[in-house]
């Protein structure tokens, strides 16, 4: 079936470094969510990319779509530790049952104060 | 606005007994969703309802989980018998369009 691929699974980083998760699909999406998860907690809508090559800034995070759309990345700036999580995306693709998502296993970030 | 509501929160049964969940969705959300997440993976969509109808249950396990969501509005989520590998964290969430809306979720364990 149709999956999602997220790198790494786990990133550890200091307070002020940089972070980046990526997502790959073997076919071409129709679009793609991102959505953060914090310990304990429940996932929460961060941002949809629907168009090639889509870039999209929220304060700290941007988040970028492939020219190809099989891949995602989103990058955080300056991590602070309310950045804690994990962070999901989650795909759709052309044919599917109507807003039907595939999400990812997540890149669980944690952060060193 | 108020979000999407679910109960219990926590559940501990022993293995082969029944178990249900209950959701009400943001009002207004035709779209109705059930997903199992597993600790340390991302959530698996078990079925999806558009009003009271079913859109995708190609992920449920059919012999022992049963969803209903009669009136178009609440729906609830059940495992009857439940199994070890069942032991996860049942999410219910609900949108309008694109944009999933999640609840708290119900943490089960089965013993």
């Known amino acids: 079936g149709q999956q999602v691929m997220q790198i790494p699974q786990y990133q550890h980083v200091q307070e002020g470094e940089d972070f980046t998760t990526y997502c790959n699909s073997s076919?071409?999406?129709?679009?793609i969510q991102w959505y953060k998860q914090r310990p304990g907690g429940h996932p929460v809508f961060l941002i949809q990319?629907?168009?090639?090559?889509e870039v999209k800034k929220q304060k700290r995070l941007t988040f970028q779509f492939g020219e190809a759309k099989k891949n995602s990345s989103l990058h955080i700036t300056a991590t602070q530790t309310t950045d804690v999580g994990t962070y999901f995306c989650?795909?759709?693709?052309?044919?599917?049952?109507?807003?039907?998502?595939?999400f990812g296993k997540g890149t669980l970030l944690t952060v060193n104060p | 606005e108020a979000g999407v509501a679910q109960s219990p929160r926590y559940k501990i049964i022993e293995k082969r007994q029944s178990v249900a969940f209950w959701c009400n969705p943001i009002?207004?959300?035709?779209?109705l969703y059930w997903y199992q997440q597993i600790l340390g993976q991302g959530p698996k969509l078990l079925i999806q309802?558009?009003?009271?109808?079913?859109?995708?249950d190609s992920q449920l396990p059919k012999d022992r989980f049963s969803a209903e969501r009669l009136k178009g509005v609440d729906s609830t989520l059940k495992i009857q018998p439940a199994k070890l590998e069942d032991s996860a964290v049942y999410l219910c969430?609900?949108?309008?369009?694109?944009?999933?809306?999640f609840g708290p979720g119900t943490r089960l364990l089965v013993l």
């Open positions: 969430a609900s949108s309008r369009r694109e944009t999933q809306y």
């Open positions: 076919t071409t999406l129709s679009n």
């Open positions: 990319l629907v168009k090639s090559g």
């Open positions: 989650a795909g759709r693709w052309s044919g599917g049952s109507n807003y039907k998502l595939t």
């Open positions: 009002s207004g959300h035709a779209t």
């Open positions: 309802f558009q009003n009271n109808g079913v859109v995708d």
